[in-house]
Each structure stands twice: as C-alpha cells, then as structure tokens.
C-alpha cells in the first residue's frame, strides 16, 4: 500500500520519484523504452522476472531497463515501512539534455549478453546523491528544469564511476540498441572469459537452477564440465600452435588460477600442460 508518493516530471516526463510503501507490496514494471534506477532508502525490496530474483537491502540499488515485460519488485514482510526513491532515463528526454551527444555509458560495449538488471551496491556518492534528491522534495519549490537536468546528469556520471560499470553500460545501452541473443551465443562468447556459472545465468536472466535445466537440454552436459573441457581444448591448441607461456595460456583460456589450470589439464590429458607440448611437438 502506497503511503506518500512525490515526484518531480522533466519534459512532460516522470524522471524522479519518491515512493514510501507499506509492505507487503508489489510493482509491475510497465513495458517502455526506459530504465529505471531504484535506490532503498528504506526497508529492502525483493526483484523478479521469470524465476530470476534479487535482494536489494537498505542504501543498495537497483538498475534495471523495462523495454522486456515480466518485471516487478515486491517488499518483504520486515514489518516496517519501506521508501524508494526511482529515477527514470528516457531516450528521448537523453537526447533532448545531451544535444544527442549521448553518453558513453549509453553506447553499446560489444558484450554479448541479454541482461537486463545489476544490483549496486552501497556506494559513498550514490547515497549523498539521493540526500541531495530528498532536500528538493522537501523544498519542491526550489526545483526546476535546469536542477532536474543537472541531477539526471549528476546520476548518470555517479553510475559510470561505479562499480560493475561494465554491467551498468550493457543495461543502459540497450535503450538505444536493443539486441536479444540466443542462449548459445552468449555461451560460446563467454566460454574463455573468466566468469563464474552465476554470471553466465545474469547474462541470460534466469535462475542458476533454470539456467542448468536449460543448458541441459541443449548440450546434454553441466555448464561447470562443459566450459572446463571447452576451455582445455582450446588450451592443448595454443601449447600447440603458440610459444606462449603456459601461463598466459591458462589465463587466456578462462583460468585464473595456474595449479587448478594444471591439475585440470592432467586430469584430462593425463599429463602436464609443459610435457604435452613437449610430445607432440616431437611427434
């Protein structure tokens, strides 16, 4: 149940908003061509979509675009009331700011990857980012256009100094290069990064239970085995065909840890990645 709502309309357009909620609650995000910054200055909120779900406690945030449905928050039954304070970037408010002069962080970063939300997590700037929201609505009749632009410019700096900015920029390029891959090509574009099955799950917006149910069917093998034994192979074709250092192999591979590399690859090829140049170059 909504308590008190306030909000400030940039350009005939809602950019900021100050919601405060009795939980339980929940909000489902209408399909739009925007993106949504949720900051919990209150309470904690719980993010769904499909079977995906994500925490967000106290001073932490949420970044996320709307251009897919199924998206919703719900609040959880602390007891307590919970207050949410939301800015909203729209591509055609962005592009009446910037002179159509966009952004880096809104300009694609050749990723493959479907994911459409990233928690950040409490961050110094960010908090005295919202402190300086929470003084206009008290004062609203200090707000005005030129304020308005300034905030949405300040928050947009704030989040390409972030942590996790590269998750942050595939997010908010979608607005103005919406692309959807299939589940495998972002498997086969991630295979040798080093990146844990988690993310791999982000990266198509599911559940890490979903996403080995799915991965299950369409390779009839675990994700952890088949990218390790993806990744060895490729590793037995640089010894081969490279004079790089094993360990920049290993890492290069996926790997970034030399002794796990190592042990991995005898358990595979039954011998060491050193001796397995060796004989098959002599031979």
Known sequence: MTIDYKKFDLFGKTLI????????????????????FLYMLKGEMEYQSADDRLKIPTH?????????????????????????????????????????????????NNQITNQSRGAI????????????????FENPSLVNDEILVLKLKEIILLLSQTQGVETIQVILSQ?????????????????????????LAQKINLSVSSFKREFKKLYNDSPA???KTKRLERAAELLLASNERITDIAFECGFNDLANFTKSFHDRFSTSPSNYRLKQKEG
Not at 17 to 36: I, R, S
Not at 64 to 80: E, H
Not at 84 to 98: A, S
Not at 175 to 199: C, M
């Open 17 to 36: 908003q100050k919601v405060e909620l009795k939980p339980p609650f929940e909000f489902v995000f209408p399909v739009a061509e925007q993106a949504c």
């Open 60 to 108: 932490h945030a949420l970044l996320l675009n709307c251009i897919n449905s199924g998206k919703q928050i719900q609040g959880t039954n602390s007891g307590s009331d919970s207050e949410i304070v939301i800015v909203t970037f729209h591509p055609d408010i962005l592009k009446k700011v910037y002179d159509k002069e966009i952004p880096l962080i809104f300009k694609p």
């Open 121 to 136: 997590n409490n961050d110094f700037l960010i908090q005295k980012y919202i402190e300086g929201l929470l003084f206009y």
């Open 175 to 199: 607005l103005f290069s919406p692309t959807t891959y299939t589940f495998k090509q972002i498997i086969e574009a991630n295979l040798f990064s080093p990146i844990s099955v988690e993310d």
């Open 225 to 227: 085995n088949y990218i």
